[in-house]
């Protein structure tokens, strides 16, 4: 087994002052090398949990954009009308195609569409040549979550199709669902690359709704949380996959693991408050 020494290493040491203002570190001697192994392997069961449970949510998010905004807009390639953008150098940024000085200059979504190799995106580009993209439902089955992220957090959020897929979620505020979408495309590649997340502190603080059609964290439960640690992403998740996926089985294979959770393992280090079992959302 392979341990990544950047990510458990800190926990085998303690921090003492001299007294004479230097800090000195040691090697704590209350902690044995399965200790180690232990958190290593609870921390790789979360990140699996957490990636499933992302995976689910993204096809759902895919598939809603997709399908919302191509009947609202009676139109396949409505993402590459420019007028949905709030920007025009996010809207550039996304569907760029063309070529300066004999070279292709692409756009994230064209780059993603190039680098797949679906049947039915080759199938597309053998049958036609304009547009340059297929449409929606082809080019958003094969773009990252990331790409899709920045499709969604370009888009005007006064279109109505962005507010009609926030409805569907259960959200009156699309930048909720921007900011949602972000933060879980970053903890998805976090949990893809094998790094830890039991203790993280995430670059991207959570925003959270304080008027939602399904339960959620009421306003005086969120002041609790600190909206950068692991408790609040797992809440969004949890909220999520209550619309999408009701009989997920998400809460219950959590709360088991946490319930297993080894030695090292402190909860109030994943940012989960004294009193979370008690909160609305984790009845």
């Known amino acids: 087994m392979c341990i990544r020494r950047e990510g458990c290493n800190w926990v085998l040491r303690l921090t003492q002052n001299n007294g004479e203002g230097a800090n000195h570190e040691f090697l704590r001697k209350d902690i044995s090398f399965q200790d180690v192994i232990d958190l290593y392997c609870f921390d790789r069961r979360l990140r699996s949990l957490i990636f499933n449970a992302i995976e ?11 399908l919302t905004y191509s009947v609202d807009e009676n139109d396949a390639f409505w993402f590459l009308n420019h007028k949905l953008y709030f920007q025009h150098d996010k809207f550039i940024a996304l569907t760029r195609n063309e070529i300066i000085d004999d070279k292709p200059v692409v756009g994230d979504l064209m780059k993603e569409v190039k680098r797949s190799n679906e049947e039915f995106i080759a199938h597309y580009y053998q049958k036609y040549s304009e ?72 670059t991207i603080a959570l925003k959270f709704p304080y008027r939602t059609n399904y339960p959620f964290l009421s306003k005086q439960e969120a002041a609790t949380i600190r909206d950068n640690k692991l408790f609040a992403y797992l809440s969004v998740i949890l909220y999520l996959q ?6 997920s089985s998400f809460r219950k294979s959590l709360l088991t693991l946490l319930d297993k959770s080894p030695k090292l393992v402190v909860l109030k280090d994943m940012g989960f408050p004294e009193k979370w079992r008690e909160y609305s959302l984790w009845k």
Request: contains cysteine; hydrophobic residues 40%.
């Open 131 to 202: 547009p340059a993209f297929p449409p929606a439902w082809m080019t958003l089955e094969v773009v990252s979550m990331g790409t899709l992220s920045k499709l969604f957090f370009a888009l005007d959020k006064n279109n109505p199709s962005s507010k009609t897929i926030c409805r569907d979620l259960g959200l009156y505020n699309v930048d909720i669902l921007k900011n949602w979408m972000h933060g879980l495309s970053s903890l998805r590649n976090t949990c893809a690359h094998h790094s830890r997340v039991w203790n993280r502190r995430f």
């Open 56 to 66: 689910k949510i993204e096809v759902a998010l895919r598939t809603r954009i997709a």
């Open 242 to 247: 209550q619309i999408i996926s009701p009989d």
